[in-house]
């Protein structure tokens, strides 16, 4: 389903019109941005059909399509599963990279000291977690569901308190079963431990850890109230004195809370007259990673053309049951799911 959205939305579109030159967040006709609003009403009703809360599409800065099933509204967030990978952990990763706090290539044991004398994992590093290539098994076995798993596996998913937390699970019971950046395995526990070096890296500032960093530097100055977000399960678990917030999984934000990120990240970093984000910053999170799967950095790229019909600048973030972030800076267009 996930693959056929993404073509989907990319067909309505009859050609590509310049972006708007300011922002004013206004509704407009489908037809008045040079999609169908009657390939959208299906596409709507196919989405319906697959459980969809809410479809939110926004084309040259207007939101040309806003549809919510009974029971939900504009103002209810939305749960977003592994979405969270993209628009918690990658994009608290670009403020803390905006800030030169962090760097891609740096080893994960500059900011995780347990794993300096640890001769497979001090090959790690940043890029190697955000892109699922660090070699970290995962936190999930055999399709199994969370209350199914065992072990440390299943421990994971229960968030206890420290010492069987997710983050000290996954420093240090995850395993590397290959060396960084040889292949692609999907890492939950790898994201957890990209946003630990985040953490690491922002300790000595105002916004010690992401939950204050992502209100403080990106949702305020969007105009997002607390109402229309959450992060980490609602919990931060304290490690080594570090204020951890999940980044797997474990957010919700409103469809226009989720827009407004979108338009952020379309606009390289800028908000308004106001460089919220370094484009650097934003080309380095959501752009290929240079690596095996072609991943960013908690995002989801098009850059190998694994979707032949959608251009190949798309990025993504992705959660269980399609819940979708997508922006396609070349077609000025951004869509919710």
Known sequence: MQTRMLAVIVTLITSVSAPGQSFDWKSDAPENQNMSGAKLDA???????????????????????????????????????SLAKAAVGGLSLAVALTDRRIALDDPAAKYIPQWKDDAAKAKITVRHLGSHTSGLED???????HDKLTGWKGDF??????????????????????????QIQYSNPGIGLMTYCVTAAIKSTDHKDIRILLKERVMKPLGVPDAEWSVGYGKTTTVDELPLVASWGGAAF????????????????????KQLLSPEAVRQVMGDAGLPGHYGMGFWTNADGRYPNLPRDTYYGAGAGDQLLIVIPSLNLIAVR
């Not at 969809?52 to 029971?71: K, M, P, S």
């Not at 936190?139 to 569901?145: K, R, V």
């Not at 420290?162 to 996954?170: E, I, V």
């Open 157 to 182: 998913w229960k968030r206890f308190d420290p010492p069987n937390d997710p983050f000290t699970l996954a420093r240090d019971q995850a395993k590397p079963v290959f060396e960084p950046g040889k």
């Open 139 to 145: 936190a999930e076995s055999d399709g199994l569901a």
């Open 254 to 273: 409103t469809p226009r809370a989720m827009a407004r990120i979108g338009r952020l990240l379309l606009h390289d970093g800028a908000w308004d007259g």
């Open 43 to 81: 596409l709507k009703d196919e989405l319906a059909k697959r459980k969809t809360r809410a479809f939110l599409v926004v084309r040259n800065d207007r939101i040309v399509y806003e549809w919510y099933a009974d029971g939900n509204t504009a103002a209810k967030p939305q749960g977003t599963a």
